[in-house]
Structures are given as structure tokens and as C-alpha cells.
């Protein structure tokens, strides 16, 4: 290839910048390139503006919710991923990591418990935290991208002086629509008595305890101007309660807009019926554990005045009792299009651990129930799972109201299934 640009910039002077850049542009120098293969990739502030090279630009085809690329080799003809340019760049923070040990799905005495497990890049696990106790306005950091789960993480920083050292900075699910700048709060022991003021808003309410309270006579209701004074009493008693009751609404009314925030926690009692929550726990002190994966949610049905439990529907139709004092996190989980990617090869589901699954068919006789015998053969028998019990809907427990006695307490409706879930019910 140079022997060739060699004679053509001979033969023709006038092109001899052109033919210089070109073999610039095809070989670039040795130092260069040694230099840079011994360069360690360490991710550092200054590469944050490093622009992507132009050969991914190239193959990328950026849509408006999905990532692909043009198929030049078929591992990425089918790939596709959500488009997160929000994400940040680099490493994690150092002091809110582990390493992650794995084990390859077995147990300690080295029988494999958990199969299609082994492999994989290493990992480090991220610290969440998913209780949110510290009060205060936390800043929002940045949006990560987390390995061990599905949804993104939020870094966060407390505003609070009094926080040193690893208490300034934690993890927490990130919700829809979070960003770096925003701010939220924990209000999981209770709201601050003097938190609209902080914002400037002053409420003044005037209880019925002061309004002057009506004579009893002892007399017929005649129009008299003893009985004139008992209803212009009454009247004014009448007033003063409404009012009291619209600025005690008007209060509750401002709490619920200052607080009703994405990323904010609540106790369930504080929220309203029909909004939608994440990371819910399940007792008053404990961590935050149903609705945590990307784009999960759960939604407060019913808040009864001084009940016990709050009505909760899950995302698979669920709906069950939850203790009043339990806390959520206010909005949907993040990276909702997650359940629409493509691998687009077998090698990242190795990437990311997952070993390949083989069909019981293809297995022999000792190894799986579906083994064996001359060619495609079932034995005439109904599908089951590696250890025999029916693996296409036949129900092998049966949770809550139907189940045995007292055997879920807390499940109001159990989530629909077969001809309720496909709607022919």
C-alpha cells in the first residue's frame, strides 16, 4: 500500500500534501502507539469531555429511545440498548464499594445450587442505602450505572455540617427523571414542625378552643335577646371552626406540595391515595425492599384515618396491607426501558455471568426427566422441570386468601392470574 502511494506521488508532484496526510492518517507513529497501549485506562475528571472515536460514531444509530448499530458483524445486528447520555462516566466512589466474591452458584461444600451461574467481569458491589434515616436536603451528585441491578444509582451528598467523613455521601435507587442538581429529603422521622416556615410560608391557624362558646338557656327558643345572643354565638363558633378547618387543609395542602417530590421519602400515612412509590418497606425501622428494580412501582390505594395498615397495589395486581408507619420513596424506579434491551450475542451474557441453559430434551435419561430415548421424545409426558414437578403453570403453592389458613394475613387481593390475567375472566 505505501509502495503504491510512492508512485503516485511521484507521478503526480501536485499531490504530494495529499499523499503525506494520507500515509499520516494510515500509520501513525511507533512512539505513539506505544506510548498509548501502555497507558493505564484509569478513568480521571479530565476525560470526562473525551470525545467517543470516530469509528463508533460511525456504526452508531442513535434513535429516540434505543441505541443500535449498523450490522457489520452479526453479534451487533440485533444489539440494542437504552440511550442514557445522562449517566456519568467514571469509576464509583471508592469508599462505597465492596468487593463481590463470587461463588458460581455453589454452596460451601462446592454442589452447584444455583445453576447458569459462573464467570463473568468483576464486579464490586455498591453500597445502597435503603433506609434514607439521615434528615436534611441531600444533593444529587450524579446518575451511575450500577452492575448489580437494573436500575441506575444516585450519589448523593448531605448539606449537613455536622456529617463527616463517609456520612456526607451515599448511594439510593435513582428514580425516573432524576438528575444531577436536584434535591431531596428523607422525612422518615417525621416532618420538621417548623419545615413550611423554613420555606418562607407561614400558616396561622385558630383552633374552635377559643372562639367563644354559646349559652345554654334554660328558657323557650323564643326571639328574645338572650337567645339573639346564643345564635350570633353559635355563628361565630361556626366560623371560626371553618376557618380553622381551611387553613388546617390549606397547610396540609402546602406540606403535600413540598414534600410530594420524586426521590423523597415518606412515611404511607403522609402519602396521598393514587400516587406512585418505590423501594417500600415493610416494617417501620426496616430497609426499603419491594418495588426496587428498573421501571418498578407500587401504588397507595386506600389511607383510612387512623388505621392501622394502607392498602398498596404492587405491580403484578397484588394489593396488600402495609403498616402505616412504613416509609416509600416518592416515584418510579429509573431506566424503565431496560426490559426491552438486546444482548445481541451469547459472549455478554458470559460478560455478565450467565451461563448457557440446555433443554432437557437434549440432556440423557439419568440428567433430566425429559432425556433420553430415540430422537425428539418427551415419553408422552406432561413438561417438568429438572426436579419434577410441573413447569407450565401448574400451581404449587397457593399464597394468601385461598391458601392455607393465616398463611398471608396481609394480602388483600392475590395478583390475577391465568384467564384474570389475560382478561377473560
Known sequence: MFAALRRTCLAAPSTVQRCSSSLTATAP?????????????????IWKNTKSSELG???????????????????????????NPHLYAG???RSLTLPKRKNGGRNGHGIITVRHRGGGHKQRIRLIDYKREAPGIHDVVRIEYDPNRSAHIALLHNRDPKSVGDQK????????????????????????????????????????????KPRKSKGSQDSTPQSREEAAAAAEAEAVAAAAASAQ????????????????????HLIPPGTVINTVSLTPTGPGILCRSAGAF?????????????QVRLQSGEVRKILRDCCATIGKVSNPLWKNRSLGKAGRSRWLGIRPSV???????????????????????HP???????????????????GPKNSNKMVIRERPRGKEKRGLA
Open 249 to 268: 387543609n390549606l397547610a396540609l395542602g402546602l406540606l403535600r406540595s413540598m414534600t410530594l417530590k420524586p426521590g423523597n421519602v415518606l412515611p404511607l
Open 91 to 93: 469509576r464509583p466512589l
Open 384 to 402: 417438568v422441570s429438572i426436579w419434577g414437578w410441573g413447569t407450565k403453570g401448574t400451581r404449587t403453592r397457593k399464597p394468601g386468601p385461598k
Open 29 to 45: 507513529p511507533a512512539a505513539f502507539s506505544r506510548s498509548h497501549s501502555s497507558r493505564r485506562t484509569y478513568v480521571t475528571e
Open 169 to 212: 455521601w451515599s448511594y439510593i435507587i435513582a428514580t425516573e427523571g432524576m438528575r444531577a442538581g436536584d434535591e431531596v429529603q428523607s422525612f422518615r422521622q417525621g416532618i420538621p414542625a417548623d419545615f413550611l416556615e423554613s420555606y418562607g410560608i407561614h400558616t396561622t391557624t385558630t383552633t374552635s378552643a377559643h372562639a367563644p
Open 298 to 310: 407500587g401504588q397507595v390505594v386506600a389511607v383510612e384515618e387512623g388505621a392501622k395498615y394502607v
Open 359 to 381: 433443554r432437557g430434551m437434549a440432556m440423557n435419561a439419568n440428567d433430566h426427566p425429559h432425556g433420553g430415548g430415540r430422537g425428539k421424545s418427551k415419553s408422552n409426558k
Open 57 to 83: 460514531a460511525a456504526l452508531a444509530r442513535t434513535k429516540d429511545l434505543y441505541k443500535t448499530y449498523k450490522p457489520i458483524t452479526p453479534s451487533i445486528r440485533h444489539l440494542r440498548r437504552p440511550l
